[in-house]
Structures are given as structure tokens and as C-alpha cells.
């Protein structure tokens, strides 16, 4: 990840760059800049960066830490897109202890279901979107 660093300071992110990736989304064109200040405020983020310190990449997660964990808007900017930056992105959220520890990682998806089955998510039931992954070790 030569160039590139991860970071969950949300004070270094730049809300109107995220907002606007995300408005520009299938998922989140009904978003206010209100509602993704809000969406930030209140979720565990991670931003990645590039080595001048600009955002090019966003992830949120809500979590209790055990039973269940939310990764919700995955996005990187178009200009950085196929670098593998998403893949690095997520790959850095669902490797930490806390989150490995967590029975059961949810999210949706519309169009990137290969790209999460590469991690262990599997559709859920007979839903188009709906995808997780059950870290559970019951004895």
C-alpha cells in the first residue's frame, strides 16, 4: 500500500468529497449534506489517503463488537478506482481483532458480490443485496 495510508480521525475527512461520492451513488443519491454529517458522527469511519494527505477513499461501520458489525459505504473516487484501493480499504476493516471477533459482518451490495464473497461473505437467503459473513465459533 506504498503511497497510501488508512485512517479512522474523521477530522482529516473531507465531508463535502464523501458526500458527494456517496450522493453520486445508487445507494445514497436521497442523502442530505446533513444526513452523511450525521452518518458520520454517529459510525466508526476509515478514510483512505494518499500521501499528500488527500482522501480518495471512504468506509463506515456500526458495530457492538460481538454479535454484529454494518459495513456501509464502500467508495472510492473514480480517478483512484482499479488500483485495488477498495480491496486494501476493506480488507483493513475486517482484519481487525475487533471485527474478526464479531459474530456476524453484514452489508449490501447491487453490484460487488464477487468482490465480497473474496472475504467469506455469502448472499443471504434469496436477497438481491443482502450479503454477510458468520465468524461465529459456537462450541
Not at 23 to 49: H, P, Q, V
Amino acid at each position: 500500500m506504498k503511497g497510501y495510508y488508512i485512517s479512522t480521525d474523521t477530522s482529516k475527512m473531507d465531508v463535502s468529497l464523501i458526500h458527494g461520492l456517496i450522493k453520486d451513488s445508487y445507494w445514497g443519491g436521497y442523502r442530505t449534506l446533513e444526513m452523511t454529517k450525521k452518518t458520520i458522527a454517529n459510525s466508526r469511519c476509515f478514510g483512505i489517503f494518499n500521501e499528500n494527505d488527500e482522501l480518495i477513499g471512504f468506509a463506515r461501520l456500526l458495530t457492538d463488537e460481538v454479535v454484529f458489525a454494518y459495513l456501509m459505504d464502500v467508495i472510492i473516487a473514480p480517478v483512484h478506482q482499479g488500483k485495488g484501493l477498495g480491496k486494501i480499504l476493506i480488507k483493513h476493516i475486517l482484519n481487525l481483532p475487533e471485527i474478526k471477533a464479531v459474530h456476524t459482518v453484514a452489508l449490501k451490495t447491487k453490484d460487488a458480490h464477487s468482490l465480497y464473497e473474496s472475504y467469506g461473505f455469502k448472499t443471504v437467503g434469496d436477497s438481491e443485496m443482502w450479503m454477510a459473513m458468520d465468524n461465529a465459533k459456537y462450541d
